[in-house]
């Protein structure tokens, strides 16, 4: 079993449509929780952390349930501009610094 | 953006073969890390540095040797490089070990022949 999962889509969806994308980790130790879009033949960057309490930022919002060990993102209206991989990243704390652990990504293709 | 320059950006190179890909920074950030990524792999982690000469395995580090005697460089070798090395490999830095942020160079895109 991988130690983050996601549904590696695509998602194709409408302008302005709202899409949301989950995510499961194994490791109950994990301590902090990302997620990372990456655009084709680019390297993976920061959307946003993720919050026990939920976040949000403009148009995505982040969801945690460490009961669950479930992340989710919600984006919402979207652009053409948002059509990239997503990645769901779990953080557990190392002997010597983060040791980030990737999913495979979610890729999300937003039509006109 | 992060000051982080991977080279070469692309290579090919025969099967056998001795590859170096270089990661410099201009951060001065303590933590540098390589991954790979491949197709239904997503990234992984195949050796990172606490500190200069302060190195440690990831989770696919057979075939590949590291080594930080700066701050600001680190370096990843295939002593023989073999086909399934063939990937993009990144390289990427961090301030401090507490979660915060990691910054991704761009990618050097390897393949082996």
Same mark, same amino acid.
């Given at each position: 079993?991988?130690?983050?999962?996601?549904?590696?889509?695509?998602?194709?969806?409408?302008?302005?449509?709202?899409?949301?994308?989950?995510?499961?980790? +194994?490791?109950?130790?994990?301590?902090?929780?990302?997620?990372?879009?990456?655009?084709?033949?680019?390297?993976?960057?920061?959307?946003?952390?993720?919050?026990?309490?939920?976040?949000?930022?403009?148009?995505?919002?982040?969801?945690?349930?460490?009961?669950?060990?479930?992340?989710?993102?919600?984006?919402?209206?979207?652009?053409? +501009?948002?059509?990239?991989?997503?990645?769901?990243?779990?953080?557990?704390?190392? &002997?010597?610094? &983060?040791?980030? /652990?990737?999913?495979?990504? /979610?890729?999300?293709?937003?039509?006109? | 953006?992060?000051?982080? *320059?991977?080279?070469?950006?692309?290579?090919?190179?025969?099967?056998?073969?001795?590859?170096?890909?270089?990661? !410099?920074?201009?951060?001065? !950030?303590r933590?540098? @890390?390589?991954?790979?990524?491949?197709?239904? !792999?997503?990234?992984?982690?195949? !050796?990172?540095s606490y500190g200069v000469k302060d190195t440690?395995?990831?989770?696919?580090?057979?075939?590949?040797?590291?080594?930080r005697s700066k701050t600001e460089d680190f370096?990843? *070798?295939?002593?023989?490089?073999?086909?399934?090395?063939?990937?993009? @490999?990144?390289?990427?830095?961090?301030?401090?070990?507490?979660?915060? *942020?990691?910054?991704?160079?761009?990618?050097?895109?390897? *393949?082996?022949?």
């Amino acid at each position: 079993r991988k130690e983050v999962e996601q549904d590696p889509g695509p998602f194709n969806v409408p302008e302005g449509a709202t899409v949301a994308f989950n995510c499961t980790y +194994s490791n109950s130790a994990s301590q902090s929780f990302f997620w990372y879009r990456q655009d084709c033949r680019k390297e993976p960057k920061l959307l946003m952390s993720v919050y026990s309490s939920g976040n949000e930022d403009g148009r995505f919002t982040a969801q945690l349930n460490r009961a669950s060990q479930y992340i989710s993102l919600l984006i919402r209206d979207s652009k053409l +501009s948002d059509s990239a991989t997503y990645l769901c990243v779990v953080n557990i704390l190392g &002997n010597a610094g &983060n040791m980030l /652990t990737f999913g495979g990504g /979610t890729r999300l293709m937003v039509k006109p | 953006d992060a000051g982080i *320059t991977q080279s070469p950006r692309h290579k090919v190179t025969e099967t056998g073969t001795p590859v170096t890909l270089r990661c !410099h920074q201009t951060e001065n !950030h303590r933590y540098m @890390y390589w991954y790979r990524q491949d197709p239904g !792999h997503g990234l992984r982690l195949i !050796h990172y540095s606490y500190g200069v000469k302060d190195t440690d395995k990831g989770e696919v580090s057979d075939g590949y040797s590291v080594s930080r005697s700066k701050t600001e460089d680190f370096l990843l *070798t295939l002593e023989s490089a073999t086909s399934s090395q063939t990937s993009v @490999y990144f390289c990427a830095i961090s301030e401090s070990s507490s979660g915060n *942020t990691i910054y991704f160079g761009e990618g050097s895109w390897l *393949t082996v022949v």
